[in-house]
């Protein structure tokens, strides 16, 4: 069965460093999406993403955030700065089209992140 | 903002028995609506859907009910089983085409066997 695939599964770095969570939705899929949990808080929002631009995006999603398509299979988020408070487990989800099942995102198992 | 509730962070129920999880929002702009299921160190797994346009979906052992003057829906999972032990996460979305789905905090259920 396809799948959303996330690496790497953990992600340790400095506060301060770049990182960048890569991401392969399904290859059928036209939208994408971020998510992410802090511990023990609920999964939010991040950004969403179609036609190679952002559709939508959260308060969350500041200009340290940004998300690219580069080819035709990746689908990246980076993290320009990293700050203590960006640890979380991030999700990327991907969904078919627009109504009825096409709409249901489909998640990756997620990449935490812990920032030092 | 906590526009998808779910006041009950934890659930015990014996196998064999009816699990009842519930979900309350305050933007009457949702109109379409999801249940995930989680396991440690996986991503959400969707589970069953509905559109406001329906009251009961049903697939299986899962039945999602939605009131919509009360802004509440429901997920009953019978009869539940140990397998069914996960967190489960209610989700809304403007629309039926809408992009960002909004999450509840979740309920762990745990099925004693």
Redesign the interface.
Known sequence: EPEVTQTPSHQVTQMGQEVILRCVPISNHLYFYWYRQILGQKVEFLVSFYNNEISEKSEIFDDQFSVERPDGSNFTLKIRSTKLEDSAMYFCASKEGQGGAKNIQYFGAGTRLSVL | DQQ?KQNSPSLSVQEGRISILNCDYTNSMFD?F?W?KKYP??????LI?ISSIKDKNEDGRFTVFLNKSAKHLSLHIVPSQPGDSAVY?C?A?PS???????????TSLTVIP
């Open positions: 998808v379409y999801l995930y160190a996986e991503g959400p797994t969707f859907s996460f989700a979305s039926n085409t809408g992009n960002q789905f909004y999450f509840g905090t979740g």
